[in-house]
């Protein structure tokens, strides 16, 4: 079973920068695209941004492009999520977890989820 581990997040004033990291177990980022979703209290989780095996392809759901920067490092089986300009709306637990389609932003699962990590944006 794949282990995911998110860490990285906090509370921090609308403007303000996180950097979030998934590690997991086993070399999964050498063979599956991976994406980080989010869950905010009373929604459903969505995928936010999402990268290729290789890394060249990489997108993101509208509401964060611009100002959200996905990377990986498959040697250390750890991708990672560079918040930038956060807004309140922001507010949610963000996952790591594989994706199905990068291009396409189709998400997927790998039949478990880690504990998340809790993003907090307020003044």
């Known amino acids: 079973q794949v282990q995911l581990v998110e860490s990285g997040g906090g509370l921090v004033q609308p403007g303000g920068s996180l950097r979030l990291s998934c590690a997991a177990s086993g070399s999964i980022f050498s063979i599956y695209a991976m994406g980080w979703y989010r869950q905010a209290p009373g929604k459903q989780r969505e995928l936010v941004a999402a990268?290729?095996?290789?890394?060249?392809?990489?997108n993101y759901a509208d509401a964060v492009k611009g100002r959200f920067t996905i990377s990986r490092d498959s040697a250390k089986n750890t991708e990672y999520l560079q918040m930038n300009s956060l807004k309140p709306e922001d507010t949610a637990v963000y996952y790591c977890?594989?994706?199905?389609?990068?291009?396409?932003?189709?998400?997927?699962?790998?039949?478990?989820w880690g504990q998340g990590t809790q993003v907090t944006v307020s003044s």
């Open positions: 977890n594989k994706v199905n389609g990068v291009s396409s932003m189709k998400p997927a699962d790998f039949g478990s």
């Open positions: 990268i290729s095996v290789s890394g060249r392809i990489i």
